[in-house]
Nanobody, 127 residues
């Protein structure tokens, strides 16, 4: 059974950093692309980043490019999202997900492409 557990969220001041973790079980994460999404109150779920499996290529939403970095630790069956220079508009619940494809593809930011989701971790950026 494919499962994800996200962790690492919390309250941080503007300009601060957090590292989110997405621990997978029930499948070998190394073989598949993993997406990160976020959903702020009253807003649609938004694609934040994606990391492919075979070549490790990464993709980012324009709103986070240059501030967020996605990486994977295959030996730990875990994907990370390092978030720097956080802004109040980054406040949201963050989710990891997979469609069990190897590559992210053009549709990576589209939430309904993904079949398996974690429960999310809340990030609040506020002074």
């Amino acid at each position: 059974q494919v499962q994800f557990v996200e962790s690492g969220g919390g309250l941080v001041q503007p300009g601060g950093s957090l590292r989110l973790s997405c621990a997978a079980s029930g499948f070998t994460l190394a073989y598949y692309a993993i997406g990160w999404f976020r959903q702020a109150p009253g807003k649609e779920r938004e694609g934040v980043s994606c990391i492919s499996s075979s070549d490790g290529s990464t993709y980012y939403a324009d709103s986070v490019k240059g501030r967020f970095t996605v990486s994977r630790a295959n030996a730990r069956n875990t994907v990370y999202l390092q978030m720097n220079s956080l802004k109040p508009e980054d406040t949201a619940v963050y989710y990891c997900a997979t469609a069990l494809y190897r590559m992210c593809g053009r549709s990576w930011p589209t939430w309904d492409v993904y079949d398996y989701w974690g429960q999310g971790t809340r990030v609040t950026v506020s002074s």
